[in-house]
């Protein structure tokens, strides 16, 4: 049989030869084989639907623009990320819920908004931005190119801008809609209004003796883990968590300047000032790159504050250290002064074309009475020109720069004033290397001698640290808000309980940083054993006890409140109480227990002991003073709406529309593997 024949015959056999060799080819032919099975473009998933890291990323770089349009230049890019991929996960919630609810925007409704006689706010706001005057306009460039005279290639770049427009303008609707039925159903109905109304209809005046728990020691109460297990698993969903925690302590170490640094530092400066001194203008620190000269040239009022407050010093002395702040010295020299007008009052108009300077009866735009600073920066490029104009007569600003379709008149000129020359001379004290080392050093030290979580939170204080405590999820991209603590958080969710961190430093060597998990968190919720948790949980244990040891002790003890108070070693008092308030004075917040003994008690009649939070309490009601207004719908219903209302959810509404829905965050295992 020949070897053609033989292959015929095992077709299965050959192709599956042949895709096994295919795949190995491929696996050694790329650099990371793992990314063939694996969704290496999801950055987060929300109950299941994936938001993408392209359009995450693109997202974030949008939103870096905008706060650098806004003035934002010192921008911490883990801060800016978290943000923006949190607004991504509510989006996709708000359209899961709107999509389960099956809300639609008609046809009718887009057009409406885009090309409607009164456009949605939106769109006029977008059109703003585009420089375009109106959406019908936008969309005849578009759809319309050739009656329009727009060539092909830039009519598909205003298609993409209409399919944008338009597909915000969907989704904004869609979220309204959303919105106006969540508020519609969180509105207050008059019964609601009448409950608000009749919660503060009364206040009874109580007299009432009340024994703190504080008496009692916490020794004597002593709470069992199956008793802080019972009441665990009763509150299990106060502590429920959407993905998974980790536990960490850490320290960090700001990189700032020893004190040696800032005594070479001093040392510097004060040969800057008499080198400032011997020799002309700034020639004393030319060739010293640490000292930053800025040249300055204004008339007193017009000097910063910190040149304006030393000039009596500037004058007398030349050169002078006019501050030390924040590691930062500023030195200043008088350079000289001169005398020129400074203040000149100006008529500035703006011609249409072809129209003459001195002929200025047809003008664009004009500016009567315009006081202008001489010695401003901005004045730079017209100065000499408006200072020899003749006063009086328009003339069209031939210098460089000049805004060609600008005339000026002078209309007055103050007297001349004295103008300053000064150099402004900056030095930042920076740590040395050597301070640099001893840091890392140290950290290092620590570390390597507290290998444990335990050890590195017992002795942190002893070799000069603070050990704080922070959560870190895998959404995020920093410990506890930190700029640029990213790595430290990266590292806490791959760490495993009790492991100790090595020294990580921030992109602008500001400062050091280490870490030790305390605890790693992988279920549904805060485990009891969380020491936050079981300290709640074990004080409110201990105070029901405690709570039911005073009932019980002082139970029968008296048939008034004076009596009370005399076994319980108190002084009775009085105050109002409000059913419908949140804090009683004397008490504190949330007694409801007070608030409903005291709503259902008659005038005169003794109540207690009760519990309450923190102690047990005797009274009676001294007297009920009714409301004095009737009942008003209107202003009972916001009340309502206010405390239990759309204005109470509104803030909540993210956390209402996630529920049980998972959120799967491989933000920074995302970042990680890049």
């Known amino acids: 049989m020949s070897t053609l024949e033989s292959i015929r015959q095992r077709p299965v056999l050959i192709i599956s030869i042949l895709g096994v060799a295919l795949l190995l080819f491929i696996l050694t032919a790329v650099d990371r084989p793992q990314e063939l099975f694996s969704d290496n473009h999801t950055v987060v998933k929300v109950d299941g639907q994936k938001i993408d890291y392209m359009e995450y990323q693109r997202r974030v770089e949008e939103q870096q623009e905008q706060l650098r349009q806004q003035g934002y230049t010192n921008l911490d890019a883990a801060q800016v990320q978290q943000y923006t991929l949190q607004q991504m996960v509510n989006e996709a919630l708000m359209n899961q819920e709107i999509e389960r609810l099956g809300l639609k925007v008609t046809d009718k409704e887009l057009t409406s908004a885009l090309l409607g006689d009164t456009p949605h706010p939106y769109v006029g706001q977008m059109l703003r931005q585009m420089g375009v005057p109106s959406a019908q306009m936008l969309y005849d460039y578009a759809y319309n190119p050739s009656k329009n005279g727009v060539d092909a290639q830039q009519a598909q770049q205003l298609q993409g801008m209409w399919k944008a427009l338009e597909q915000d303008t969907e989704k904004l609707l869609l979220q309204q809609k959303f919105m106006s039925m969540f508020t519609g159903a969180l509105t207050a109905n008059k019964l609601d209004a009448k409950a608000v109304y009749e919660d503060n209809a009364s206040t009874s005046t109580i007299a009432y003796a009340k024994a703190d728990f504080s008496q009692l020691k916490d020794d004597d109460f002593p709470v069992s883990d199956s008793e802080i297990s019972s009441l665990y698993n009763q509150e299990k969903n106060r502590y429920r968590i959407t993905e998974p925690q980790t536990v960490i302590s850490y320290v960090t170490v700001d990189i700032a300047p020893s004190e040696a640094d800032r005594l070479a530092a001093e040392k510097e400066v004060e040969g800057a000032v008499a080198a400032l001194k011997a020799q002309e203008g700034t020639e004393g620190i030319a060739a010293d790159s640490k000292f930053y000269v800025n040249r300055v040239s204004a008339t007193a009022s017009k000097l910063a ?45 703006y011609l249409n074309e072809g129209v003459k300077a001195d002929s200025i009866a047809a003008v664009a735009q004009k500016n009567d009475s315009v006081w202008a600073s001489m010695t401003d920066p901005s004045m730079t490029i017209l100065r000499d020109e408006i200072s020899q104009a003749e006063t009086g007569r328009f003339f069209a600003p031939k210098s460089a720069g000049a805004n060609p379709n600008m005339a000026i008149k002078v209309r007055s000129k103050k007297a ?56 870190v999820t895998p959404s995020s991209l920093s410990v506890n808000g930190l700029p640029e603590s990213r790595n430290a958080a990266k590292w806490a969710i791959g760490a495993k309980k009790d492991e100790v961190s090595g020294v990580f430093k921030d992109d602008k060597d500001s400062r050091l940083m280490a870490a030790a998990v305390k605890d790693v968190y992988t279920g549904d919720y ?149």
């Open 305 to 349: 504050s910190n040149l304006k407050n030393n000039l009596e010093k500037i004058q007398a002395d030349t050169v002078s250290v006019i501050s030390t702040y924040d590691n930062r010295y500023t030195i200043a020299k008088l350079l000289g002064t001169t005398t020129a007008v400074d203040s000149v009052l100006l008529d500035i108009a």
């Open 526 to 674: 805060v485990p009891a054993t969380n020491p936050e948790v079981r300290a709640y949980l074990t004080n409110k244990i201990r105070n029901q006890k405690k709570a039911e040891s005073l009932v019980a002790k002082y139970q029968g003890k008296g048939k008034s409140v004076a009596e009370y108070a005399a076994a319980m070693g108190v002084k009775a008092d009085t105050t109002q109480v409000t059913f419908g308030q949140g804090y009683v004075r004397g008490f504190g917040m949330n007694e409801g227990a007070l608030q409903a003994n005291v709503a259902v008690a008659k005038q005169g009649e003794v109540r207690g002991p009760v519990a309450l939070n923190n102690s047990v309490v005797v009274f009676d009601v001294v007297s009920v003073a009714e409301q004095g207004r009737a009942f008003d719908y209107a202003n009972d219903a916001m009340v309502f709406n206010q405390r239990e209302g759309v204005q109470t959810f509104q803030n909540q509404l993210f956390n209402v529309l996630l529920g049980n829905k998972k959120v799967e965050n491989r933000v920074q295992k995302f970042y990680s593997e890049r």
């Open 416 to 471: 001349p004033v004295t103008v300053y020359d000064i150099a402004e001379v900056t030095y930042d004290v920076l740590p040395s290397n050597a301070t640099v080392s001893k840091l890392n050093d140290d950290l290092r030290k620590f570390l390597a001698e507290n290998t444990t979580t335990k050890a590195f939170e017992e002795n942190a204080t002893k070799a000069g640290y603070s050990a704080l405590t922070a959560v």
